[in-house]
């Protein structure tokens, strides 16, 4: 009985461990468009050009072009999401700077995008 107990309590903390926490998620964007793009990479004889997801977004009033991470062919619908900036981010450069988001969706999925254009 207590074998089976500790792999329950085991099963759950790995599960609630696994999720994201919407709290963790207070950055709002509102995306504007998305589309599909091939971002090429590899030397002429290696040469990859896997589909990524793009994304025309306003976050905290600026206006980014964002680059999904994973390799994706499909397109997200616009409106207004949470997200979080990630800890690798350097979003305090003088005049660069490089930042990722992951995007919390309404069924509790996330996905990072790496922010690859800002426009006024």
């Known amino acids: 009985m207590k074998k089976v107990l500790v792999a329950i309590l085991f099963v759950a903390s790995t599960l609630c461990w696994g999720s994201p926490k919407p709290a963790d998620y207070t950055v709002a964007v509102h995306v ?6 091939s971002e090429c990479k590899g030397s002429s004889s290696l040469m990859r050009c896997p589909i990524k997801q793009h994304l025309n977004a306003v976050i905290d009033g600026r206006k980014y072009e964002l680059n999904s991470k994973d390799d994706l062919d499909l397109v997200l619908r616009p409106g207004d999401y949470k997200a979080k900036l990630l800890p690798d981010s350097s979003p305090s450069g003088a005049h660069e700077y490089q930042m ?5 969706f309404p069924d509790g999925s996330t996905r990072k995008y790496r922010v ?5």
């Open 100 to 104: 990722e988001y992951e995007l919390l």
């Open 116 to 120: 690859v254009g800002e426009s006024e």
């Open 32 to 37: 504007q468009s998305s589309h599909q793009v």
